[in-house]
C-alpha cells in the first residue's frame, strides 16, 4: 500500500494543480474509448503492472471526460474539491467503516453527527430535536422526505401503501423546480401526476396566489395535499422561491414545508448571503448537498427533518442478524433508506476542520463575488441577464440570440471550444438561454475574461 500510495502521490498533485492546462470538455467518441478499453483490457486475461494502470487510468480521467474542478467550467452544480475532502474520501476507502451499524463505527457515526449539528444549528434549526443524516445525494434527501412526511401524514401509509384506500396525496412544486421529484413520485407509489407544478412569476418564483389555489381545487376535488416542496437555488436559475410566504401558507393547510436547498443551502455558511435563504429554519424537512456547493467530491447530500419520531417510524425494520442497537443514538440502518453506507460525512468534516468556518465564508463569498462581475461584464459588453439571484448563477442571452441569428448550442459548442465550459437552459417563459454558474472556488477574475472572450463573437 506504501509504495501504491507515494506513486499515487505526484499524479494526484500534478492533476490537482496543473488542471487549469487541461482541455474542459472531452474530445472523444465513444467507439473510441470502447476500442481503447477492448485493445488494453479485453477479458482481464493478463494482470497489468499498476504503475501502468495507474497511468492509463489518469490519462482517461484527464482526457475523456469535462472537468468539473476546473477554474473555466462555470458549469452544472459540480465542484472543485478541497485537498482535505479529497483525502478524507481515500481514507475512508482505507479503513472501510461500516456506518449502518453504530456500535460498528461508533466514532464515525459521531464524526457524521458532530458535523450535522453544526449545520443544522446554520440553517437555524435545533441540533437537539432535528434529525439529520448523510445521503448519497439530493435525490436520496428529496425521497426521504416524501417518504417521511407520507408516513406522518398517512398513518396506513407504511403497511397498506396507497391500497389502504387513501386519497391521492399531492405534492406542489414550481415549474423550475428539481425532476428528481418525478422519480420519487413514480417509485413512492404515488405517480408522477400527484406532482402539481405550479407556474413562476416573472422573477421565476413559484406564484404563491397560483400555488393556493391548486391547493384549494385539490381539495375540492377530493384529493390529499401533503407537502409543498420550496427550491432554494434553482437548477436552472439558481433562483429561490418565497420560502417566508410558502411556509406560512404550508401552516394556515397544515402541509409538510419541504426545502429543497441542495444548492443554495451553502448560503447560510455567508452572514452576506444567508437573507436570501430566510424562511428555511422553518421547514419540516431540507435538502442539502455537501457535493455542490460545499466543494466535497460525489456523493454526498444531506436530510434535515424537524420530526424525528416519523423518520424513525418510516425507516423502522426489525432483525436478528444485525447486531443490538445502542441506546440513545440514531441507527443508520433504521432511519434511512441506505442500508451498508460509507462513511461519507467525513470529507465534509475534514475539509471544515481545515478551512475553519471563516475559510469556508470567504471561498463561497469569492465564488459570489465572481458571479457579480460575470453579470456586470456581460451587462457592459450588451447581454441581457433573464435571471434574478445573488447567488453566483447567470443565465442570459444576446441579440443574436433573441433575434434567432443564432441558436444557444450553437454558442455553448462554441465557447466551449475556447476552452470555457457554460450550458444551455431553458427557463420557464424565455427562449432558450445561456448559463455560467460559478461552481469552482478557484475561478479567478482571470477566467471570467477568458469567458468573456470566448462569447465575444456569438453576441
Ligand atoms: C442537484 C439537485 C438535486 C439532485 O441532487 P443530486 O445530488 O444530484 O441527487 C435536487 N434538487 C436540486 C435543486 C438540485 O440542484
Known amino acids: 500500500m506504501t509504495d501504491r500510495w507515494k506513486q499515487m502521490a505526484a499524479a494526484v498533485g500534478d492533476f490537482y494543480q496543473n488542471i487549469g492546462e487541461l482541455p474542459v470538455s472531452p474530445n472523444v467518441t465513444t467507439s473510441g474509448i470502447r476500442a481503447h478499453l477492448a485493445e488494453r483490457y479485453g477479458e482481464f486475461a ?28 462555470f458549469g452544472l452544480f459540480n465542484p472543485s474539491v478541497h485537498p482535505g475532502a479529497v483525502v478524507a474520501d481515500a481514507l475512508v476507502a482505507v479503513a472501510n467503516p461500516q456506518m449502518c451499524v453504530y456500535s460498528h463505527a461508533p466514532g464515525a457515526n459521531e ?60 405534492i406542489y412544486l414550481s415549474a423550475e423546480s428539481h425532476h428528481s421529484f418525478e422519480k420519487i413520485a413514480h417509485g413512492a407509489g404515488i405517480g408522477r401526476d400527484a406532482l402539481r407544478v405550479i407556474p413562476v412569476d416573472g422573477t421565476l418564483r413559484m406564484d404563491v396566489n397560483a400555488l393556493a389555489k391548486a391547493i384549494a381545487m385539490d381539495r375540492a376535488s377530493g384529493r390529499r395535499p401533503l407537502m409543498i416542496v420550496a427550491t432554494a ?36 455558511l455567508s452572514p452576506r448571503l444567508k437573507k436570501a435563504i430566510a424562511g428555511i429554519e422553518r421547514a419540516d424537512s431540507i435538502t442539502w448537498d455537501a457535493h455542490k456547493w460545499l466543494s466535497v467530491p460525489m456523493g454526498a447530500g444531506m436530510f434535515f427533518c424537524r420530526h424525528r419520531d416519523a423518520v424513525a417510524t418510516a425507516f423502522a425494520v426489525d432483525t436478528s442478524y444485525m447486531p443490538p442497537s445502542t441506546s440513545g443514538v440514531d441507527e443508520p440502518y433504521v432511519t434511512g433508506i441506505q442500508w451498508s453506507r460509507r462513511f461519507i460525512g467525513l470529507k465534509l468534516f475534514m475539509a471544515l476542520a481545515e478551512l475553519g468556518e471563516e475559510g469556508y465564508r470567504s471561498a463561497i463569498e469569492h465564488q459570489a463575488r465572481i458571479g457579480d462581475m460575470i453579470r456586470e461584464r456581460l451587462v457592459s459588453a450588451g447581454w441581457r441577464i433573464v435571471n434574478d439571484t445573488p447567488l453566483p448563477v447567470v443565465c442570459f442571452t444576446g441579440p443574436a ?13 462554441g465557447v466551449q471550444a475556447k476552452g470555457v465550459w457554460i450550458s444551455e437552459v431553458r427557463i420557464s417563459g424565455c427562449e432558450p438561454s445561456l448559463r455560467a454558474c460559478v461552481t469552482s472556488f478557484r475561478t479567478e477574475p482571470e477566467d471570467v475574461d477568458a469567458l468573456m472572450a470566448a462569447l465575444r463573437e456569438f453576441q
Open 401 to 413: 440570440l433573441e433575434t434567432g441569428h443564432m441558436n444557444a448550442a450553437a454558442v455553448v459548442a
Open 233 to 268: 437555488g434553482t437548477t436552472g436559475a439558481g433562483v429561490v422561491d418565497p420560502l417566508v410566504a410558502i411556509a406560512d401558507l404550508c401552516r394556515e393547510e397544515c402541509l409538510w414545508f419541504h426545502v429543497d436547498a441542495a444548492w443554495g443551502g451553502t448560503a447560510c
Open 46 to 73: 493478463t494482470p497489468m503492472s499498476a504503475e501502468a494502470l495507474q497511468d492509463d487510468v489518469l490519462r482517461m480521467l484527464s482526457e475523456w471526460q469535462v472537468q468539473p474542478t476546473h477554474p473555466r467550467y
Open 111 to 170: 464524526i457524521e453527527r458532530h458535523t450535522l449539528r453544526f449545520l443544522t444549528r446554520k440553517l437555524g434549526g435545533d441540533p437537539e430535536t432535528w434529525f439529520a443524516s448523510f445521503t448519497s445525494g439530493g435525490s436520496e434527501a428529496n425521497q426521504s422526505a416524501v417518504i417521511v412526511a407520507m408516513t406522518r401524514d398517512l398513518p396506513d401509509f407504511a403497511r397498506l401503501g396507497l391500497t389502504a384506500g387513501l386519497p391521492r396525496p399531492m
